[in-house]
């Protein structure tokens, strides 16, 4: 069981221009007392065939984490265009928000981002060169990919003071998550409604 479970990610100001900072409120709970902060990330994927191209838009630790309920907006930069291939910034791509305990990613929600141009005549008529000005980024929010990710939230040091690296078991639990809610049981591949 997970020493923190995610309530619900509710993202703002969505559909909103390419160019606007992401705003996403996150609630969640604590079911165990941790002494290290929680890294929260969010991704974007410049590329699908080449992961060179992700960008971490934003990085934060919070914490101290007690027992509880937590909530917070979490806001990051847009991508930097210039770092993503001309050909892929109008389309359908993803981003990805995560949480990491002490290194270890525990969960992973993921969204498609459909980029296109705001005016109907750019659509039809797409300029030679992407007009980043006049993008539009939609993030489909309704239908996030949930992942979760088994860790020891309490982990022993050896003699040494290291920490044990994960066992070669640890696979994801995936889930697939219906409307803005996000998982409600640890079992893989739960319908939750």
Same mark, same amino acid.
């Given at each position: 069981?997970?020493?923190?479970?995610?309530?619900?990610?509710?993202?703002?100001?969505?559909?909103?221009?390419?160019?606007?900072?992401?705003?996403?409120?996150?609630?969640?709970?604590?079911?165990?007392?941790?002494?290290?902060?929680?890294?929260?990330?969010?991704?974007?994927?410049?590329?699908?065939?080449?992961?060179?191209?992700?960008?971490?838009?934003?990085?934060?630790?919070?914490?101290?984490?007690?027992?509880?309920?937590?909530?917070?907006?979490?806001?990051?930069?847009? &991508?930097? #265009?210039?770092?993503?291939?001309?050909?892929?910034?109008?389309? *359908?791509?993803?981003?990805? +928000?995560? !949480? /990491?305990? %002490?290194?270890?990613?525990?969960?992973?929600?993921?969204?498609?981002?459909?980029?296109?141009?705001?005016?109907?005549?750019?659509?039809?008529?797409?300029?030679?060169?992407?007009?980043?000005?006049?993008?539009?980024?939609?993030?489909?929010?309704?239908?996030?990919?949930?992942?979760?990710?088994?860790?020891?939230?309490?982990?022993?040091?050896?003699?040494?003071?290291?920490? &044990?690296? #994960?066992?070669?078991?640890?696979?994801?639990?995936?889930?697939? *998550?219906?409307?803005?809610? +996000?998982? !409600? /049981?640890? %079992?893989?591949?739960?319908?939750?409604?």
């Amino acid at each position: 069981m997970s020493a923190v479970n995610i309530k619900d990610v509710t993202v703002l100001d969505n559909p909103a221009p390419f160019i606007d900072p992401f705003q996403f409120e996150i609630s969640y709970e604590c079911l165990t007392p941790l002494k290290d902060d929680l890294e929260w990330k969010l991704i974007y994927v410049g590329s699908a065939e080449d992961e060179t191209y992700d960008q971490v838009l934003e990085s934060v630790f919070v914490g101290p984490i007690n027992v509880g309920n937590y909530r917070f907006v979490f806001q990051a930069d847009p &991508p930097d #265009p210039t770092k993503i291939q001309e050909e892929d910034i109008i389309g *359908v791509t993803v981003l990805l +928000l995560t !949480c /990491s305990y %002490q290194g270890q990613e525990f969960v992973r929600v993921g969204y498609y981002i459909n980029n296109d141009y705001d005016d109907e005549q750019l659509r039809e008529e797409p300029p030679q060169k992407v007009l980043i000005d006049k993008v539009q980024r939609n993030i489909l929010a309704d239908k996030p990919r949930v992942t979760k990710f088994p860790i020891n939230f309490n982990p022993v040091n050896n003699e040494n003071g290291e920490q &044990p690296c #994960p066992s070669p078991e640890h696979h994801p639990t995936e889930m697939n *998550v219906k409307g803005d809610e +996000l998982p !409600c /049981s640890n %079992q893989p591949s739960v319908e939750c409604s």
